[in-house]
């Protein structure tokens, strides 16, 4: 305001009035400004108002006129980009150096389906207007947002777009340069109000994989820490939503990740990563926004065309700004750019099905590998199955069952068995008692057209089987021996008994 400039003001049906002054003051009163001879001027404004609104004027007018004016200071100051030092040792050491932030891009700018665009400006302007709710509520007033696509799909821009529609400081943490979790405590404690706190790519930062069991100690130890202590997944969690999560109020927390399988579910669940935001590929809709930013298009007849391509193949927004400024810096029209994005489409789709067709390929290959290791496997036991069964062949001679009977007067019967290949051949030479005579059964079977004389066979390794003839001779033998033992045994007791009469 002017010198003796006036200002009328409602509020709440009250009229008041503002007016700026400037009071003069003797020497030695004092005062900051300036001095004019021997006295001071103080600039000041002075309020009107009626005597029966003081109460108003005084509870509510006054505190509603410095909420504005801090909001007026607030947008009209330079934004800052932080970024934590790695030594915070003394208290004169500042946790943070800045650098004054000036990203032009903006959600009109960023290149995304408009439906999900616009939920996400609804949310942050809900969470920004909320202060009464979160204090209702008992919660610190905090959001947190995480970020996850493949490389290349804007999340470090949907980052910017957040701070210029809230007009937020950002706070940038390298966590790789905190030593332990006191020294990030320190460093929340340094944040302000009305901002947004990044990790970016938090999987690559810290070991919080799913399973929190099997992580490891650090490879490399701490030069500043002798026990070994670092920033650990409890002391990051105490920060999202612990006691000092309430330190600064109105700050969005924003993590990002290439691979949000990797984190632990604690760490992203609803209440600490209150939103999740998947940075997909280019669709349609954000094709014709990045044509908007570098051509300067609202519509081409080409715009079929490129949307017939993405529906067999995934490009990123990253892919299609290079595309269209290399297109920009050869100098090419709006015509000649649309249909070298067509190409690049196109050089990709080729591009995505080679790489199918080889990843399939190597997975068949795999599968046949593995078959025919199985199969090798398999011969490999077949064959030592087959070698066990060969030698047990070859070391079995051939059995003779000499069974010798006598009843009622029966002669001898002999069943030789002579075992090969399998098979058993039997002779069966049977002599029948009362005076009958040996019969030799050769019998002779036809089996296809084939003759299979059963008669001596000859074994795998070259030796001949016994003949019938030399069983019988080997069982008389056998018959003979065997009265011979009875007749010794007979003799032992008899010079027992003589021996028993001489002791009595």
């Not at 399973?211 to 002798?226: C, E, F, G, I, W």
């Not at 309430?246 to 924003?254: D, F, L, S």
């Not at 044509?291 to 927004?317: C, G």
């Not at 002779?427 to 050769?442: F, P």
Request: include cysteine.
């Amino acid at each position: 305001m002017r010198d003796g400039q006036d200002v009328a003001d409602e509020y709440r049906g009250a009229m008041l009035w503002w007016s700026s002054l400037v009071v003069v003051e003797p020497q030695g009163s004092g005062g900051a400004y300036a001095n004019n001879g021997n006295h001071h001027e103080r600039r000041c404004q002075r309020l009107t108002f009626h005597k029966r609104h003081r109460r108003l004027v005084i509870d509510d007018y006054l505190p509603h006129v410095r909420r504005r004016g801090r909001g007026i200071l607030f947008a009209n100051r330079r934004r800052r980009l932080y970024t934590n030092n790695r030594s915070i040792d003394s208290y004169m050491s500042k946790p943070w150096n800045y650098v004054n932030f000036d990203h032009p891009t903006t959600f009109q700018t960023l290149a995304m389906e408009p439906a999900k665009k616009k939920a996400i400006m609804d949310d942050l302007d809900s969470f920004r207007n909320s202060r009464d709710f979160y204090r209702r509520a008992g919660k610190p007033w905090k959001r947190g947002y995480l970020l996850y696509s493949p490389p290349g799909t804007g999340k470090s821009t949907m980052i910017a777009a957040m701070a210029n529609h809230l007009n937020y400081d950002i706070y940038d943490i390298e966590l790789t340069m905190v030593r332990n979790n006191n020294d990030l405590r320190k460093l929340f404690i340094e944040t302000t109000s009305k901002s947004i706190i990044v990790i970016e790519d938090i999987d690559c930062s810290l070991n919080l994989t799913g399973d929190r069991a099997k992580q490891q100690p650090p490879l490399l130890p701490n030069p500043y820490d002798p026990l070994g202590r670092a920033v650990t997944l409890s002391g990051l969690l105490n920060f999202i939503d612990g006691l000092w999560s309430a330190c600064g109020g109105e700050q969005i927390v924003v993590f990002t990740t290439n691979h949000v399988e990797k984190l632990d579910p604690v760490l992203i669940r609803r209440g600490r990563m209150d939103m999740h935001i998947e940075m997909s590929y280019c669709g349609f809709e954000a094709i014709k926004t990045l044509a908007k930013n570098y051509l300067d298009i609202d519509s081409h007849r080409l715009f079929v065309a490129v949307e017939e391509q993405l529906r067999e193949v995934d490009i990123t927004p990253a892919d299609v700004a290079e595309c269209l400024t290399t297109a920009l810096r050869a100098g090419y029209g709006e015509d000649s750019a649309m249909e070298f994005l067509i190409e690049e489409l196109k050089k990709n789709r080729e591009e995505a099905k080679a790489a199918a067709s080889r990843k399939v390929k190597a997975a068949e290959a795999n599968v046949f590998k593995t078959d025919k290791d199985e199969v090798e496997d398999e011969e490999d036991g077949q064959q030592i199955e087959y070698s066990d069964e060969v030698e047990e062949e070859d070391g079995q001679e051939i059995e003779y069952s000499d069974e010798v009977e006598e009843e009622d007067g029966q002669e001898i019967g002999y069943s030789d068995k002579v075992e090969g290949d399998g098979q058993e051949t039997e002779y069966s030479d049977e002599v029948k008692a009362d005076g009958q005579e040996i019969e030799n059964l050769d019998e002779v079977k036809e089996e296809d057209g084939q003759k299979t004389k059963y008669s001596e066979e000859v074994k795998e390794d070259g030796d001949k089987a016994k003949t019938p003839d030399e069983v019988k001779e080997e069982g008389e033998q056998e018959t003979q021996d065997s009265e011979e033992l009875k007749e010794e045994d007979g003799q032992e007791t008899e010079d027992t008994e003589d021996y028993e009469q001489l002791r009595l």
